[in-house]
């Protein structure tokens, strides 16, 4: 049991992970088009 609840808590944290750094590239993308304007 104890493995499963490590797993779910690895794939939640996995996703934090990745969704911010989706984010974090896209408020990059947003600030570059700014600049470019």
Do not use: D, N, P
């Not at 808590?9 to 570059?32: P, W, Y």
């Amino acid at each position: 049991m104890w493995a499963v609840r490590y797993y779910v808590l690895f794939v939640i944290m996995m996703e934090k992970t990745i969704c911010m750094f989706f984010f974090s590239a896209q408020q990059r993308e947003i600030a570059g088009r700014q600049q470019a304007l």
